[in-house]
């Protein structure tokens, strides 16, 4: 969780520069408009992001957040030895799953970002314009409205805090869309419980069509988790000075939640990949004297309490090191 993701400052010294010269009082105020709106959990009808000034805001507040839980994503993708070439981006707004692809696929050669808001995208080229990787500073950023997107096919394909700004049957019509589009798809959503549901919702639709699950889920059976609980995962997100001053937060840093699905297309694992599983980790650790005791979701289907003990040597070494939402050592 306090892994920096790549890039991370170069983003964040592009949205500094993006911001500078707009008014910090309409900036806070649309922030504040924007937390209001997107704790309601409602489809939108008409777009969120309705100015340029929204757009900053949205930048400014939450991109370095959806970027660093899609920099997990993508870091996760990369040990399951994906290494995709080119990535499309459905509601891609300003570019965050751009950035978290670019600074972990050195395999890249194209990168597409398309959503219904102009001032969203045009901030998005601008912020990529000094980009520290060539694909990025390439991306295309291009208007499209989900329903008639282009067709643009992907090795990768991400939806990310999407579909909590559709009903549910546009939710179902945009994951098919991408699953017609990628070999790869994955799914970002904050990690609420409603958050957790849609995701739950899109999981079912990928096994019901044949696909492999490669994260978070160790197993394709129902999930465990009881009432009350819900699989999410946080990745450290650090502020900038105008980040705080913009949510009027005191803390240099906050902890993302996100809840997360990603799922290959018949045929595009290695079949040993496919099948390589461990635990998931669920909660933070506990890191006692001699031992390491861990909440998991086990490849069996089932979740519960996991003990790695000095005993076990270079395994309670790695799991010293483990954080919640890697892989059990
Ligand atoms: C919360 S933002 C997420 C942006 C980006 N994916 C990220 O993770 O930072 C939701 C994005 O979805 C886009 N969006 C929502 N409904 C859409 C639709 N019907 N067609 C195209 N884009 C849509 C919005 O314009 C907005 O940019």
Redo the contacts with the bound molecule.
């Keep these: 969780m306090t892994r920096t993701p790549a890039y991370a400052a170069e983003l964040r010294a592009a949205l500094t520069r993006a911001v500078r010269g707009i008014d910090e009082r309409e900036l806070v105020r649309a922030t504040e408009a924007l937390v209001a709106r997107?704790r309601s959990v409602a489809p939108?009808p008409v777009?969120?992001?309705a100015s340029r000034v929204h757009v900053m805001a949205?930048a400014a507040y939450?991109?370095p957040a959806?970027?660093a839980a899609?920099a997990r994503v993508m870091d996760e993708l990369a040990d399951r030895g994906l290494a995709p070439r080119s990535l499309l981006?459905?509601?891609?707004?300003?570019?965050?799953?751009a950035w978290a692809a670019a600074g972990t696929f050195d395999s890249l050669k194209s990168i597409t970002v398309?959503?219904?808001?102009e001032d969203?995208l045009v901030l998005g080229r601008e912020l990529v314009a000094d980009a520290p990787s060539g694909v990025l500073a390439r991306t295309t950023f291009r208007q499209?409205?989900?329903?008639s997107w282009p067709d643009v096919g992907a090795d990768l394909v991400?939806?990310?805090?999407?579909l909590?700004?559709?009903d549910e049957a546009?939710q179902e019509a945009l994951v098919a869309d991408a699953m017609r589009r990628g070999r790869i798809v994955v799914i970002?959503e904050p990690g609420t419980p409603d958050g957790y549901t849609r995701v739950l919702r899109v999981r079912s639709a990928l096994l019901a069509a044949g696909w492999t699950l490669v994260g978070p889920c160790p197993h394709a059976a129902d999930c465990p988790l009881g009432q009350g609980d819900w699989c999410h995962f946080a990745a450290r997100v650090s502020r900038s000075a105008e980040h705080r001053r913009l949510k009027g937060a005191e803390l240099s840093y906050e902890d993302e939640k996100f809840s997360w699905l990603a799922a290959a297309a018949p045929g595009v694992l290695e079949p040993q990949a496919a099948h390589a599983r461990s635990g998931r980790i669920l909660r933070h650790p506990l890191k006692r004297k001699g031992f390491v005791e861990f909440q998991v979701c086990r490849p069996d289907g089932t979740a519960g309490r996991e003990v790695i003990s000095k005993k076990a040597g270079e395994r309670y070494r790695k799991a010293r090191d483990a954080e919640w939402g890697d892989v059990l050592p």
């Design positions: 997107y939108a777009p969120i992001l949205y939450r991109m959806t970027h899609l981006d459905l509601g891609g707004g300003t570019g965050a799953a398309l959503d219904q808001v969203a499209a409205v989900a329903g991400t939806v990310s805090y999407v909590s700004e559709l546009q970002a």
